[in-house]
């Protein structure tokens, strides 16, 4: 899937929000754990959001090598070192994105993890 440049491409919109939307050959994507893993520690939460990602970056016929930025939203800082070092195993080397992360409380208190990224389309 890919938008061209005069295009704004909403992908599954819902009533208040889209799944993802490409504008200007740009990806913009937030992920979130699946219901199915919010029992999971930040190691399965993380490896579970990073998996939803990897699977909207194939749909947009693109992939983790083409992020730009990333922004990591944590509501428990001790979780930082156990999600840093899934994120370093799943990014890999010479393709790292612009990266933030913020300690905040985020919406569904189950959420260990929430994952906003930027990627170039291929």
Same mark, same amino acid.
């Given at each position: 899937?890919?938008?061209?440049?005069?295009?704004l491409q909403r992908i599954d919109a819902g009533a208040c929000?889209?799944? !993802?939307?490409?504008?200007h050959q740009t990806l913009y994507?937030?992920?979130?754990?699946?219901? !199915? +893993?919010?029992?999971? /520690?930040?190691t399965g939460q993380t490896r579970n959001a990073l998996a939803?990602? /990897?699977?909207?970056?194939a749909r947009?016929?693109?992939d983790k090598r083409r992020l730009v930025? +990333?922004?990591?939203?944590?509501?428990? +800082?001790?979780?930082f070192a156990a999600m840093n070092e899934v994120w370093d195993n799943?990014?890999? !080397?010479g393709s790292v994105p612009v990266r933030c992360t913020v300690q905040g409380g985020l919406m569904n208190?189950?959420?260990?993890?929430e994952i906003e990224i930027v990627a170039a389309l291929s």
């Open positions: 899937m890919k938008g061209n440049a005069t295009t929000m889209s799944d !993802a939307v490409i504008h994507y937030t992920s979130v754990t699946a219901d !199915a +893993a919010l029992n999971e /520690d930040i939803a990602m /990897d699977a909207m970056l947009c016929n693109t930025d +990333a922004t990591i939203f944590l509501p428990d +800082a001790a979780d799943w990014v890999g !080397a208190p189950h959420y260990k993890i």
